[in-house]
């Protein structure tokens, strides 16, 4: 008997869209929507013009870095540096811009040449030194926070030209229907459509299978370690351009990115994306991402005071996670149950014989 | 006491000993550098300070040791350690009669908290990355909401015993010694240590030859909760107050990984021992020392921890692809002509 699994004729997308409601990945979807209805219901003001591509902005630099943590958790790996590359690229944007606006299109480029050149030693150390990247990342941002630190004396310092700043504060007015559209709103729109293109390149591909089994992509004559490093420059340029993002928002200080990295791990994980990678879509970490921010904005509204606004995000990912794992287990316990119970009614001598009679 | 020096002999042989050889190096590069600048590495003040920075940090690694063996982390140490700290200097206020009090609650909560971890991993499952650090982040919601900087006071004894010395070893340098080799006696002579160990090497594995896996999870998380407690307390012994601050401050979290990590363990657990972690964190303590001898820029000490995380495992990573444990080597030796692996190509 032949199984096949895979055939060229898929079921139509809307049934498969359905379907994948039940999983972590389809699932997030309609927790964003329940939360964001929650959301509208405290703050009407939300379903005003503006409004709501407002939010979606202000939460874009969030949403970028889970991209980019996508990439390298749907590998295997995790990049813990997220928050110091932040850091350290608007403490760079600020220092080095000024106020001068003809600055701002060279030293975006060297943030650029910065942010990969840190996948690049973050990758490289842990695909060919074989350091775990989890250590590999937590030594890179130690040495960049450390450096970014001591440059600055941790004291904001810096104040970059108002044309750039604009990039991450401003948009575009009296766009019909939506009103105000910010910058961030297109970035982030354009980086996610970039980033679901990319996963269904041969590199996507490539990139979800060394995640899942690498010795199969490496006997397939691929190799392992490119594909690898590359999803590392490709987190460490979202992080670079979150940063271009947030020195609007934020201001040139040396803690603005201390905690990123777990925020972004955890949108990526609530988004349905397997730690230990080879599994998980690109949007729904995305979903993840906005799934915190609402949250957090609901909190702010209902008067939550903000220092509990750690707990519920704790609360909610280890619910998140557990209650699936819950709900497989009690599938797995009714069985055995209903065996124990078997057994129990049956008391089977021959079971031993029917074992060894088998060839 | 035989088991331990047998158990210490074999891990010098083992991974432990490259781990001894670079703090080793490192002890001699430290005296050297101090020496050049006039001053003594192994002056009584100097190795007394390098025990009491130790102690802290000591304690954290011990539990995460136990945690990272089993394949899971720990990412709800500090919190922890703040919790103990806030709960215990808070019952206490400062008087006699309140000591064993304010020390039950503070061991109590931490382990608690372990036990939560542990439930998640190892009953839920879920990944102990996610669970320690959800749980980690539900504490410091409590600790931010409910304590704004300092609070209560730590009881007299509990000042004396943070200031206690034997010679120039602190007292409490003595109990975290304790602590390790209790926990190193659990590792390797009780049956849940050496299931603790082959759940971490595989799971799977481990549950089809009959371990009962969720016992060895619950076990570890507990420790590491409770150790951490105890560092908590050691924290107020020193301080004389709670912070609920003092955990997040320290870096305890990935610090203590990193120590692991550099003490010759494998992130992905069943591989690595006490001993080795031992090592890591008196690597991580004598280069603190020289370079606080050296009076070096805070800031510059991340980037040279950073460094040393890095270049530490991967000499280590090198070394650490899959070899015949001592045990099996002896089986190989005796049937020379089974043909393997090496042998077909």
């Not at chain 1, 039940?22 to 997030?28: D, R, V």
């Not at chain 2, 015993?161 to 109990?175: D, K, Q, S, Y």
């Amino acid at each position: 008997m032949t199984t096949i699994r895979y055939t060229t004729n898929r079921l139509p997308f809307p049934t498969r869209a359905i379907r994948s409601l039940s999983t972590p990945g389809g699932a997030i979807y309609l927790l964003l929507l329940a939360l964001l209805v929650i959301l509208a219901f405290y703050n009407p003001g939300l379903s005003e013009p503006g409004q709501l591509s407002r939010f979606i902005g202000r939460s874009a630099p969030i949403a970028i870095v889970a991209i980019g943590q996508y990439f390298v958790i749907a590998a295997g790996e995790f990049d813990l540096s997220m928050g110091a590359v932040i850091s350290a690229q608007v403490v760079l944007a600020g220092n080095l811009i000024g106020q001068d606006p003809a600055q701002i299109l060279p030293v975006i480029v060297l943030m650029i040449v910065v942010g990969i050149a840190v996948g690049v030693v973050n990758g490289l150390l842990t695909t060919l030194l074989r350091v775990p990247s989890f250590i590999t990342t937590l030594g890179t941002t130690l040495i960049l926070s450390g450096f970014t630190f001591y440059l600055t004396g941790g004291a904001p310092s810096g104040n970059p030209a108002d044309a750039f700043r604009a990039i991450g504060r401003g948009g575009i007015q009296n766009v019909p229907v939506i009103g105000f559209v910010p910058y961030s709103v297109l970035v982030l729109i354009a980086l996610a459509g970039a980033a679901v293109w990319l996963m269904r390149r041969p590199f996507g591909r490539m990139l979800m299978g060394v995640g899942d089994n690498q010795s199969t992509i490496a006997l397939l004559g691929a190799a392992p370690w490119w594909i690898r490093t590359r999803a590392f420059i490709l987190s460490s340029i979202a992080a670079t351009i979150a940063a271009i993002l947030m020195v609007g928002y934020a201001g040139v200080s040396p803690v603005v990115g201390q905690g990123y990295e777990f925020i972004a791990i955890t949108a990526v994980v609530l988004g349905g994306v397997a730690l230990g990678g080879g599994r998980g879509a690109i949007l729904s970490a995305v979903a993840g991402a906005y799934v915190l921010e609402t949250l957090v904005a609901i909190l702010n509204f209902a008067g939550v005071e903000s220092t509990w606004r750690p707990a519920v995000q704790g609360a909610i990912i280890v619910l998140a996670l557990g209650l699936p794992l819950l709900w497989t287990k009690r599938k797995a316990f009714k069985i055995l149950l209903r065996r124990k119970a078997s057994t129990a009614k049956t008391p089977n001598p021959t079971a031993p014989q029917s074992i060894t009679e088998k060839p | 006491m035989s088991t331990i020096s047998k158990d210490l002999k074999n891990s010098l042989l083992s991974s432990t000993g490259t781990v001894y050889l670079v703090l080793i190096l490192v002890v001699i590069a430290g005296a050297c550098i101090t020496a050049a600048n006039g001053r003594n590495f192994f002056a009584p003040g100097n190795i007394s300070d390098l025990l009491t920075s130790t102690t802290v940090l000591g304690l954290v690694v011990i539990g995460q040791t136990l945690v990272i063996l089993l394949g899971s982390l720990d990412l709800s140490v500090p919190f922890v350690l703040s919790l103990s700290s806030v709960l215990s200097a808070g019952v206490m206020a400062g008087q006699s009669t309140n000591f064993a009090a304010g020390i039950a609650t503070a061991l109590l909560a931490a382990a608690a908290v372990g036990l939560v971890n542990g439930v998640l991993v190892g009953l839920v499952k879920i990944n102990g990355f996610i669970a320690t650090l959800g749980t980690g982040l539900i504490i410091s919601g409590y600790l931010f909401t409910n304590y704004r900087g300092t609070t209560g006071k730590a009881s007299p004894e509990l000042t004396a015993i943070g200031t206690a010395t034997l010679g120039v070893i602190p007292v409490t340098t003595i109990g975290m010694a304790v602590c390790l080799v209790i926990v190193a006696l659990f590792l390797s002579k009780t049956r849940t240590g050496l299931h603790l160990y082959a759940v971490g090497g595989d799971a799977n594995v481990a549950t089809m030859s009959g371990i009962r896996s969720a016992v060895p999870a619950l076990v570890a998380h507990t420790i590491s909760g409770l150790l951490a407690g105890v560092a908590g307390l050691v924290i107020v012994s020193r301080l004389g107050v709670g912070s609920p601050e003092v955990g997040t401050q320290g870096g305890y979290d990935l610090l203590s990984i990193a120590a692991v990590v550099v003490g010759g363990a494998i992130l992905a657990g069943g591989k690595g021992s006490i001993w080795g972690s031992l090592g890591g964190i008196l690597i991580f303590a004598s280069i603190d020392s020289v370079m606080g001898i050296m009076q070096v820029n805070p800031y510059l000490k991340e980037v040279v921890r950073g460094l040393i995380i890095i270049v530490a495992v991967a000499v280590y990573a090198r070394r650490n692809q899959i070899k015949i444990p001592a045990r099996f080597a002896a089986i190989q030796k005796a049937a020379p002509t089974r043909p393997t692996n090496g042998a077909t190509r």
